[in-house]
């Protein structure tokens, strides 16, 4: 930057008017051009180049391309319906991604940070992409550092840097300090000029890494990846066995590869090794994380990180502040009220002093409409407040109408002095009926140095105790009665006095509207658990003891969500499962929540909880499905291989066995609604049944294949048919039993499904074209006779490893009844926070 401004300033002149007025538009204008702009990638979501690459450049689809190609080369290309299946699943999950980044993105747009800087002498709301060097912000707690800065001025700032340093206690900061960006404001307000922006910053790459699309950090896809590495490494072994069984059944390696056999030998081979891949489950489980993102989207809820709908169906303990959730979160001044002493003269001006900076809570905000400023005075000192030690403090020179220290603060905190009982009384009786409420002390001398450190000094005399008025939320029992029945706690965690909280808690019939006492909560972790799992309502709790119970539940091994609009929140927001912030949340508090719910409507929170439960839960009974496939398809390879047989199948009747039993059926459970709250152990359910009923229906297959093969004159065309009808009978009682509960939807594709069974074997053209015919009597009888043997069998499988939550309908069509029984709780939900003087 030069050194003089426009009219030959001189240097120190421009840093006084821009300090005073900031820059102006043809300042802003010339950095803008230069490039000198705060561009930080914040995406929600992948790239599009990432999402086609996750897309396509797989393993598996490697291997399938292959056999496609090698195939379509033999002129068999009949046989090689299984590439348009792969490119098709590629398609849809390519698309139905792009529409849950855009969406995401879009939102993402809407929700960016925004700052307050002051531009030719007035304050403006921009966006931080448009901050430039030279910039002054203006800094309010609950704000995010999006540059670099260095702080102006000295009313001091307590910075949460943990996202940089990973030090979780606020750090102070006084005029001159550098202010990096990705730091959190917590307490106080000031201006500070920008310094560095958009790749020049400090947490440039934190910024992107931050924010950036994740969708694997998930215990379902963990698994996932589990089960493709084994079926990786069985792959080669395999292909190499069923290529050999394959050759010898032609006449031995010499005499298929001296003619033509090898060419029925290789389509064999392809036929076993594509059976093995799953290749649409990962396809699904990318398609229902996906749609869920979408769905939330439309329902104004941005989800940060599409992983994040797993852990909504895993929620069990939800945790609630009382300010947004039981309340609406507007505060309304109520009245002054004596303290039982004489008012000492000043008290009016000291709150003008406090209600001055509407920006800095919603508290203030109040006072401040109740209490205009008439002639400001100049402050000598302030400790701004933090919801750590519960108050706030201005001092005024001795000279002035409200000489020393005023005090504002939590009752608690203020009034902790022996002679302070009788006003400490009164307020705990306000309190007690609903109102919160906030004490005013004096102290004629100005605070010792650490007393925003250590504990106010005595002497400080009570002047007045001031109320405020919240409404309560016309959903706020409803939401709450919700969650009791599907069996979630809802905890209430909040910084407000517990009579407060308790009052507001009776009036939506939510426990037994007594608060905990969070000044009483114990050392001893273990003590702490059993605290937390007792107890409901929690007041007077600490950002640190708000992410302290956040921890204690989690060890208990409860999955926590949390939400949050304050800046207090930010600590256990970080430490829940899942952060929640509400659309009137800092934007620190956004910035580490993985939900934003747009519209601040609590009863989203429902919707929110059933979409999460319904992607997971329809993830879970598709990949029945699916890992039964693979484990049929495994044994029946691994056994041909073996004993030299021939492959029961050509490729292109297991391409339309699995267009019918997998593949669309498997597509539309994906999207279906409903299920019920996901417990770990996602593998280990999903084998418990895949591996049995896999081996089931293997050996139904190797059955009817070996008589048709061995004995009865029958043709290898008719082998297979029976081995395909077999197949395919079987392998829909799977997807039957994958499908319960049922509802009418789930049964008309399940109709669908044996519609198209019977189309197959017997419509002229799909009977040429997939070289199926209906098998001769005696073989038709045993084909059919020992699929309904396999499905009896996968039908005890499924009853003693899938048992139902009770009540669940999973005989016949009644409605999806996936609701678990409700729990005698007297609460539950996820962790909030906020402070007395702080909204």
């Known amino acids: 930057m030069p050194a003089a401004g426009e009219d030959g300033a001189s240097a120190p002149d421009l840093d006084i008017r821009r300090a005073r007025d900031g820059l102006s538009t043809a300042e802003v204008r010339e950095r803008t051009v230069a490039g000198h702009i705060n561009s930080v990638p914040t995406a929600t979501s992948r790239s599009v180049g990432a999402i086609v690459q996750a897309n396509v450049f797989t393993l598996f689809n490697g291997v399938v391309g292959g056999c496609f190609i090698l195939l379509l080369v033999l002129g068999q290309w009949r046989d090689a319906l299984f590439g348009l299946s792969a490119i098709s699943n590629s398609l849809i999950g390519i698309i139905q991604e792009y529409r849950a980044k855009r969406s995401l993105d879009q939102l993402a747009i809407l929700e960016t940070a925004r700052n307050t800087v002051i531009r030719n002498g007035a304050r403006e709301v921009i966006s931080s992409e448009e901050l430039v060097p030279d910039d002054i912000v203006v800094l309010t707690a609950g704000d995010q550092v999006t540059a670099d800065l260095v702080l102006l001025g000295e009313s001091p700032l307590e910075v949460d840097e943990s996202l940089l340093t990973g030090e979780s206690e606020p750090v102070a900061k006084k005029g001159g300090a550098v202010l990096l960006s990705g730091s959190l404001i917590m307490a106080g307000s000031g201006r500070a000029t920008v310094t560095r922006v958009g790749a020049d910053t400090f947490a440039y790459r934190l910024a992107a890494e931050a924010r950036r699309f994740s969708l694997v950090k998930s215990e379902i896809r963990r698994s996932l990846e589990k089960v493709f590495t084994v079926i990786t490494w069985l792959l080669l072994p395999i292909a190499l066995l069923l290529t050999n069984a394959q050759m010898q059944d032609q006449g031995g390696w010499a005499g298929a590869l001296g003619s033509e056999r090898w060419i029925p030998a290789t389509v064999g081979a392809v036929a076993g090794i594509m059976a093995m891949i799953p290749l649409g489950l990962l396809l699904m489980t990318s398609v229902a994380f996906a749609v869920g993102g979408l769905r939330l989207a439309g329902q104004k809820v941005l989800i940060q990180e599409l992983a994040a709908v797993e852990v909504l169906a895993r929620v069990d303990v939800l945790c609630l502040d009382k300010t947004g959730t039981l309340s609406s979160g507007a505060l309304v001044f109520d009245a002054v009220h004596d303290a039982g002493t004489t008012r000492v003269a000043g008290w009016r001006q000291a709150l003008e002093s406090f209600g001055s900076n509407a920006d800095a809570s919603s508290t203030a905000a109040a006072i401040g409409a109740a209490f205009p400023v008439q002639v400001p005075l100049p402050e000598q000192d302030s400790v701004p407040f933090s919801s750590a030690r519960k108050w706030s403090s201005v001092t005024f020179a001795p000279e002035s109408a409200a000489s020393g220290t005023w005090i504002l603060g939590a009752p608690d905190a203020v009034l902790g002095a022996p002679g302070s009982a009788p006003a400490h009384g009164k307020a705990a009786a306000l309190a007690s009926t609903g109102l919160r409420t906030l004490a005013l002390a004096h102290l004629p001398a100005p605070l010792p140095p650490d ?389």
């Open 451 to 839: 007393a925003s450190e250590a504990a106010l000094p005595p002497g400080l005399v009570p002047v007045l105790l001031l109320t405020f008025r919240e409404s309560i939320r016309r959903d706020a029992a409803s939401t709450l009665d919700y969650f009791r029945r599907q069996g979630v706690t809802v905890k209430i965690i909040s910084g407000d006095d517990p009579r407060t909280v308790g009052a507001l808690a009776r009036r939506v019939g939510f426990g037994t509207g007594v608060a905990f006492d969070a000044r009483a909560l114990p050392d001893d972790p273990i003590l702490l658990e059993e605290t937390v799992e007792s107890q409901s309502l929690f007041g007077s709790v600490t950002p640190s003891q708000k992410r302290d119970l956040i921890q204690a539940l989690k060890r208990r091994g409860h999955t926590v969500a949390m939400t949050g609009d304050g800046v207090n929140d930010v600590l256990a927001l970080k430490e829940a499962d899942l952060g929640i912030a509400m659309d009137s949340a800092s934007q620190a508090t956004k910035a580490v929540a993985r939900l934003v719910l747009l519209d601040g409507r609590f009863e989203r929170l429902p919707a929110v909880v059933d979409e999460g439960r319904r992607a997971i839960s329809n993830i879970e009974r598709v990949s029945l499905v699916f890992l039964s496939k693979t484990v049929y398809a495994t044994v029946i390879s691994v056994v041909t291989g073996i004993l030299l047989l021939a492959f029961p199948f050509l490729p292109r009747q297991l391409s339309a066995l699995d267009g019918l039993t997998i593949g669309l059926p498997a597509f539309f459970l994906a999207l279906q609604p409903g299920g019920q709250r996901y417990a770990p152990g996602f593998l280990r359910r999903s084998l418990a049944f895949a591996v049995p009923a896999g081996i089931c229906a293997a050996l139904c297959v190797l059955a009817v294949s070996a008589y048709a093969q061995s004995g009865g004159g029958h043709s290898v065309e008719s082998a297979q048919s029976a081995a395909t009808l077999t197949l395919g009978l079987v392998a829909a009682w799977i997807l039957v039993m994958a499908s319960r509960p049922l509802n009418w939807t789930k049964a008309s594709i399940l109709a669908g499904m044996y519609g198209g069974l019977v189309l197959v074997f017997t419509v002229p053209l799909t009977q040429e074209f997939f070289r199926v015919e209906v098998p001769a009597d005696g073989l038709l009888i045993l084909s059919v006779a020992v699929a309904a043997a396999g499905c009896m069998a996968i039908e005890v499988i499924g009853r003693c490893t899938r048992r139902p939550p009770a009540g669940a309908d999973t005989t016949g069509l009644g409605p999806l009844t996936l609701e678990p029984a409700s729990r005698e709780a007297d609460g539950g939900t996820a962790g909030q926070r906020h402070g007395p003087a702080s909204t």
